[in-house]
């Protein structure tokens, strides 16, 4: 039976509209999708559960490599989903990414075959995010995520979000909550950091535990910290 839907709004120059094919095994859906990203020049293809109905997904996201080992785009998923989705992204090395503000909430993007997200190659002449989490109740775990030694690995602005299980190497700060509001309400649990500044609080109410961090400069900044919480971190310095 269908169990994929692989789909890509065209650019609108194209005048083609939206393509939705249909495919029984996620690989064939992968090379759909990379097919229409070469065919546009673009990467906004997404692999999605079939829903059972019409030519709807079920909102469950797929993010993998194609056949030609071409990487489908964690951004695509993302500007796809809708609110409470969940991205599951198989192994493979993808491009940074982010939500945005006023995005679909509650999103589960996760991998348990270590991917890796590599920023490595985005120029180093401002700041930038490997990953940047602007919406709200955003789950991010497993990732292994690779810097360009002038950058933020996770950067989380939303409230309410999860950053756990995540290996963060290479960037000039490992995990950043933002100003954008006075209470954060993050989690930041479980991951494994290898940075100059390990874990910058710029906001209040977070919860940061059972962290491993190894940092040049720095383990933990505090601006605006207050009620936030610590329990069972590592931090080496120096």
Do not use: W
């Not at 990379?34 to 559960?49: E, H, I, K, P």
């Not at 809708?82 to 996760?110: E, K, M, R, W």
């Not at 309400?185 to 874990?199: A, F, M």
Request: charged residues 10%; hydrophobic residues 35%; negative net charge.
């Amino acid at each position: 039976g269908i169990n994929y839907v692989a789909k890509l709004v065209t650019p609108a120059a194209s005048g083609d509209g939206t393509y939705t094919f249909f495919q029984t095994t996620k690989q064939g859906a992968y090379d759909l999708a990379d097919a229409f990203n070469t065919r546009y020049s673009v990467t906004g293809a997404a692999v999605q559960g079939y829903a059972g109905d019409s030519v709807n997904g079920n909102n469950t996201f797929y993010v993998g490599l194609a056949s030609n080992s071409d990487p489908l785009s964690i951004q695509a998923a993302v500007d796809t989903a809708t609110a409470a989705g969940t991205i599951n992204v198989d192994s493979g090395t993808y491009a940074s990414f982010g939500t945005s503000f006023g995005g679909p909430a509650d999103l589960t993007i996760q991998t348990s075959e270590g991917a890796v997200i590599d920023a490595s190659a985005v120029p180093t002449s401002s700041i930038t995010r490997a990953v940047d989490l602007r919406a709200d109740g955003t789950t991010f775990s497993g990732f292994t995520i690779t810097g360009n030694g002038n950058d933020v690995g996770i950067s989380i602005s939303g409230q309410g979000v999860t950053a756990s299980g995540n290996t963060i190497s290479s960037t000039l700060t490992g995990i950043q909550t933002t100003t954008q509001y006075v209470t954060g309400n993050v989690t930041i649990s479980g991951n494994t950091i290898d940075s100059q500044y390990g874990i910058s609080l710029q906001n209040a109410g977070d919860t940061v535990s059972d962290n491993n961090v190894t940092a040049s400069v720095e383990g933990v900044g505090l601006i605006h910290s207050a009620n936030s919480s610590f329990s069972g971190n590592t931090f080496n310095i120096g």
